[in-house]
């Protein structure tokens, strides 16, 4: 090592790359010959070692998280609206007359500014004797009726329903993550071909992350 604190060709010291301590590394007021080799050896000299010392601090990266237990008592006196942090709303449906081979809107649902986890669903569901669904189709989407690309999901499998039995209802959920600069209006739309009589219902969900 130089005076100028600049490495020389790893071969004069023996081919051991860094293996020479650098003291302008570690801003030293001196050339100190003590160190300890990386790659291994004996030591040399003496060693110094500077600590950290805590009066009291507290570690928060790995202290237990602490949640409400209740939202009836202070400073906990309610559960976080839209609003806030962790507040949710949702927008439900009731079970109506389903609508084959027409994409039909059942839920909308308008959001402030925020970061969103969007959660939906659409149910078919039989309520009279036998029906068959050969396709299902929903998406969220900004525009009514519109079965939006990035949030489509499909299920074009044939079902055999029937009302008496547990196989009776067919429905796809979907979720997506939504940052939000302006309030907005989503659409939840679905798209079914069917025979029988079948009822449609669904909701969303939307809770705020930031």
């Avoid at 027409?102 to 939906?120: E, F, V």
């Avoid at 149910?123 to 519109?146: D, E, F, K």
Wanted: aromatic fraction near 8%; glycine fraction near 8%; charge should be neutral.
């Amino acid at each position: 090592m130089s005076n100028n604190g600049v490495y020389y060709p790893p071969v004069v010291h023996n081919g051991n790359v860094n293996s020479i301590f650098n003291n302008t590394d570690w801003q030293l007021s001196a050339n100190d010959a003590k160190y300890v080799r990386l790659s291994g050896s004996v030591m040399t000299g003496g060693l110094s070692a500077v600590g950290l010392t805590s009066t009291g601090g507290v570690n928060r990266i790995m202290s237990n998280l602490t949640l409400p237990t209740t939202y009836s008592t202070a400073p906990n006196t309610a559960v976080p609206s839209i609003t806030q942090l962790g507040g949710s709303t949702t927008v439900t449906y009731p079970l109506t007359t389903g609508v084959s081979g027409t994409i039909t809107n059942i839920a909308t649902i308008s959001l402030n500014p925020g970061i969103y986890l969007i959660n939906y669903k659409v149910t078919m569901r039989c309520v009279a004797t036998t029906a068959t669904l050969t396709s299902l189709v929903m998406a969220i989407s900004t525009t009514n009726a519109v079965l939006d690309s990035t949030t489509r999901i499909s299920d074009n499998s044939t079902h055999s329903l029937n009302s008496a039995l547990n196989n009776n209802e067919v429905g796809n959920v979907g979720s997506f993550y939504l940052p939000l600069t302006a309030t907005t209006s989503y659409f939840l739309n679905y798209y079914s071909l069917f025979s029988g009589t079948i009822q449609a219902t669904g909701y969303v969900t939307a809770i705020r992350i930031a």
